[in-house]
């Protein structure tokens, strides 16, 4: 899932610095001489520290290369965009945003659920579940308990079972529902349903890929919160790579 403006900067890249959580397939709509560069965290390696990301950015950029920095979903949603971008500026290099489908989007999007409802839901928050560098972090429970708001929550799996007696605690409904979406966007898709009490209780049962919680009553599913579990149709990345040829051409 991506905006055609990035089909169009990865077909002219000459570098690609890209992270673990670019799905499968996108990097293949680089240009073919594109030097792909992995800064994230890959086959048991840590993601390269922030200091040494901006660096390789600002070196290949300096030796007049087009520089693609490619993240996962939205770069300025819990992207760590704006470090990357003060550091360019801070040495007159010129940047420009493309921006992304956030998984908090593309997850509703692929469960077919608007996020906002009218008199249901007006309000969507993004909120991380995660404190910086492993610390630990207590969001402001009540301020986030808003019976007639949505809440993606980022990064929350590790912490659902503290998101479930937090909210709850803070007074939102036991029976509010909640569906965690794994690999959201990607043929491997998983989408698992609960209530905010279960979650309490048992946190989500969600594997190890990158997982979104989305939390409110304009997610009740049409049939009972129950724990179901769903696929996603493939996304046709050639096809996608084929158009954006076509649109350099016209
Ligand atoms: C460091 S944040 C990056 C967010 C990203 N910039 C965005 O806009 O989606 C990583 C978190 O985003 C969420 N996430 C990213 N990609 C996802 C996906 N494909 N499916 C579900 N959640 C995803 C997960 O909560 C994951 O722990």
Not at 8 to 21: C, G, H, Q, R, T
């Amino acid at each position: 899932m991506l905006t055609v403006a990035a089909v169009k900067a990865l077909a002219a890249a000459e570098i690609v610095l890209y992270d673990a959580l670019v799905g499968d397939g996108i990097l293949d709509l680089a240009h073919p001489n594109a030097e792909r560069i992995c800064v994230g965290k890959r086959s048991g390696r840590h993601s390269l520290p922030q200091g040494e990301i901006n660096a390789l950015i600002a070196f290949h950029a300096r030796r007049g290369k087009r520089v693609v920095r490619l993240k996962g979903g939205d770069p300025m949603v819990f992207g760590r965009a704006g470090e990357e971008i003060e550091h360019l500026d801070s040495l007159g290099i010129p940047v420009r945003v493309i921006p992304g489908v956030t998984a908090a989007l593309g997850c509703a999007a692929s469960a077919g659920l608007s996020l906002t409802k009218r008199g249901v839901s007006r309000a969507v928050t993004f909120v991380t579940a995660h404190g910086r560098d492993g610390e630990r972090f207590e969001p402001d429970w009540a301020r986030l308990a808003d019976p007639q708001g949505t809440l993606a929550i980022y990064m929350g799996r590790e912490q659902a079972r503290a998101v479930g007696q937090g909210l709850t605690g803070a007074g939102l409904p036991a029976a509010t529902p909640v569906l965690a979406v794994e690999n959201g966007c990607r043929p491997d898709e998983r989408r698992y349903w609960t209530t905010l009490g279960r979650m309490a209780e048992q946190g989500v049962a969600a594997g190890k890929g990158p997982t979104l919680l989305l939390v409110g009553e304009a997610l009740r599913p049409r049939n009972a919160v129950d724990d179901m579990v769903g696929t996603a149709d493939p996304i046709d990345l050639r096809a996608l790579g084929d158009l954006a040829e076509r649109l350099d051409h016209d």
